[in-house]
């Protein structure tokens, strides 16, 4: 069966500083991977996606992820905070069969401090 | 421009009563999911259908109903025997098919609170 991990529930950044969210991975087959963003009562929006056609994938307002098969990871980053970055920030995983639905992590409520 | 309303976007209700949450999309996607969200738990699967006049259960479907006669339409039912029924309920909907990649798209939610 498929699974996220986001380890940390809350991190917190200087505006700035490198922003660095995990999230490991189960997965018996190729896992399809994503991270959403939401802000406050909002729905999620997409920020990126792997498909396996490179490890590393860029997303929007420069967030990036990469893929690691040896570390079962798939860690979102981004240079330098921005204040509207802060908000909470899910991993998922593609469940199995021909459905698009998707498992998710606990989420991470990022901060990102004056 | 195409997306997926969820209405109404706050909701109150006495316990014991059933509620229906609306989910509408006009994405044309075959595909339609509820979640239920929950401070440090993340998304939780309620229900979701592939097509019209089908669903399937997902991880915590007791205490819930939905019905699928129209594709752009997926309601929700709250009945009374949700136990916890007070969270932020989050409607998607994407395309489907093991060949396709199709993310889910997200409504802005309904928060229900029972009292």
């Known amino acids: 069966a498929q699974s996220v991990t986001q380890l940390g529930s809350h991190v917190s950044v200087s505006e700035g500083a490198l922003v660095l969210l995990r999230c490991n991975y189960s997965?018996?087959?190729?896992?399809?991977l994503f991270w959403y963003v939401q802000y406050p009562n909002q729905g999620l929006q997409l920020l990126l996606k792997y498909t396996s056609a490179a490890t590393l994938v860029k997303g929007i307002n420069g967030f990036e992820a990469e893929f690691k098969k040896s570390e079962t990871s798939f860690h979102l980053t981004k240079p330098s905070a921005h204040m509207s970055d802060a908000a909470e920030y899910f991993c998922a995983v593609k469940g199995g069969g021909a459905t698009n639905k998707l498992i998710f992590g606990t989420g991470t409520l990022l901060a990102v401090q004056p | 421009d195409g997306g997926i309303t969820q209405s109404p976007k706050y909701l109150f209700r006495k316990e014991g009563q059933n509620v229906t949450l609306s989910c509408e999309q006009n994405?044309?996607?075959?595909?339609m999911y509820w979640y239920r969200q929950d401070p440090g738990q993340g998304l939780r699967l309620i229900y979701y259908s592939q097509i019209v006049n089908d669903f399937q259960k997902g991880d915590i479907a007791e205490g819930y109903s939905v019905s699928r006669e129209k594709k752009e339409s997926f309601p929700l039912t709250v009945t009374s025997a949700q136990k916890n029924p007070t969270a932020f309920y989050l409607c998607?909907?994407?395309?489907?098919?093991?060949?396709?990649?199709?993310?889910?798209?997200f409504g802005n939610g309904t928060r229900l609170t029972v009292t």
């Open positions: 994405l044309n996607h075959d595909a």
């Open positions: 997965s018996s087959v190729p896992p399809y």
């Open positions: 998607a909907s994407s395309t489907i098919g093991t060949g396709k990649l199709s993310p889910l798209h």
